[in-house]
């Protein structure tokens, strides 16, 4: 079943980062995860110390997991926005904190960590003035801008709870997301820039809230200098606000359990969900797996290449790397923009030694071939990271060989927004890699799988519905004002385990490789069949530069195979025959002839979000011929797409 995954070579640990690693060895990570395991609070508590209190924790857990019930360092008291600038005040206030790579290249803008605090402070005086209190919640609805990191810890410092929308939603979503977290106070921007293209930010955030009182103010950070219409008494312009204020603000003394922020996620329900995060638990989790995941250095230049209005950011961009006082790379533009090669650009710009996006990312670009790599100097790289979707060992290899010379570590981490940071994932120098394979849990991180009964499978060997047994800091602790659906969606299915969702499978060492959500797993005449591990075949055919397959109802077979496949390059010189030829004998070779695609349709583009990843309920619609109502749209990074596919699926 998952030859196409497991056949995948081993890379052994790279050399270069074993002296220099947080853990020398794979026995040493194997003493220390089984230690975290059995004595979590003896583990979590030395652990705590990376953490700077203002009244230390009396607690390390308190917990009725399968209610859904976590506390973590109770009694303690410290600030998140406090353990990101202040502390680093003494010894680095003149280190960069932030670098700002702009949508158009050029003179990247820069913050020292003295710098973050005047700003941060100054907003947070702001959100003061205008009413805001502990507790309250603040709606973030802006570009990728360096006042969105500010406005975020300016939320921290004051007690206020952060809800980031991605500035990719419809008018329709943000309202739903102000509404259901109760936001009196926006901070928005006139435009965005992405690709060099504006998009009309406060014009949306104007129809979002049309007619609704509960909204008393929204700032607009001046990102382009196009007018816009400000509403007297509602809006003001925040650089003429910040001006007025001091650059100094105390940081409020929150406990360990308060909220820190939400950030929503779609279900399998229409309703989003607004998972909430809280504060010590999970700014340790993040501090600690960003150190050990991407072997931190104090020298180091950072880049995660994620949005901040997805969990990637909010963990990788911001609160990890600000808390060990790192320099991070603030990343406005798209990997295509002006040109394929922009990611390269950037890291030979800025040297960066740790590189962190995902597959999709990684395809899009490599599609262009080994041209645009070639011509910047990566050198500096010691560390990549894939995050967000199972990657196919040819995206993988490509990263690996092209990207990293062979010579940097490749991470690929899974997790969740629900677990608020890394759980399964190589360790630098430590682990081997197996393309495809997330390995092995982090410290403290207790997975399992089990069968569709609740029967926990122990061997090795073994595909599963992936499940945590235990408690870890970073894990969300509930869905905001419905704690009763947040048990129902993780803690019932399985009960006394948290379900992820994800169906896994666990090889002969032990090793993790998730296939995928569960509702994307198709099953075959009663084979099953991980999309992810299709879409491995075909994108592993140098014919196929992008692969989406979807379970479509089967007369016979029960579910039958429909494989999406956008052409690469190369396969301009073939003809369509040929080219489908090709990829069903490289599916008949990989995996076997039950896997053949029932139909296989050759598109010039699939569906995705602005998170990059594939609208498959859309392509389900598609190519069950029930287009007429797509639901709601407005997460897709390119809505043309969608006319294109169904035109050109109609004119067959
Ligand atoms: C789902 C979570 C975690 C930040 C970005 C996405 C999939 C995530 C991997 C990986 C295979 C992965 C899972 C998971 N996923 N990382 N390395 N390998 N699958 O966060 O939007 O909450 O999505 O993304 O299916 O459940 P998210």
Redesign the pocket.
Known sequence: MSEVLSESPIYPPKENVKPISQISSLDEYKNLYNFSINHPEEFWAEQAKRLTWFHPWENVLDDDFSEADVAWFSGGKLNVSHNCIDRHLKDKAEKIALIWETDEPGEAKTYTYSQLKHEVCRIANVLKASGVKKGDCVCLYMPMMPELVFSMLACARIGAIHSVVFAGFSAESLRDRIIDCGCKVIVTANESKRGGRCYPLKNIVDKAIQGLTLVEKVFVAKRTLTEIEMQPGRDLWLHEEVQKERRSCPAEWMSSEDPLFILY?SGSTGKPKGLMHTQAGYLLYASMTFEYVFNYHPKDIYFCAADIG???GHTYLVYGPLSVGATTVLFESTPLYPDPGRYWEVIEKHKVNIFYTSPTAIRAVARFGKDYPAKYDLSSLRVLG??????NPEAWKWFYETIGRGECTLV???????TGGIMITPLPGVTDMKPGS?TLPFFGVNPCLVDDNGLELTENNTNGNLCIKKPWPGMARSIYGDHQRYVETYFTQYPGLYF???GCKRDEDGFYW?S??IDDVINVSGHRLGTAEIESSLTSNPLVAEAAVIGIPHQIKGMGICAFIVPSVEASSFSVDEISGTIKQQLRNDIGAFALPDQLQIVKGLPKTR?G?IMRRILRQIAIGEHEDLGNLSTLAEPNVVDDLIKQLKTR
């Open positions: 996620t997805w969990i990637t894939s995050v967000g979707e199972p990657i690929d981490t899974w997790w969740q927004t629900e997330a992820t969702g994800d998730i995928g959500r998170s990843k």
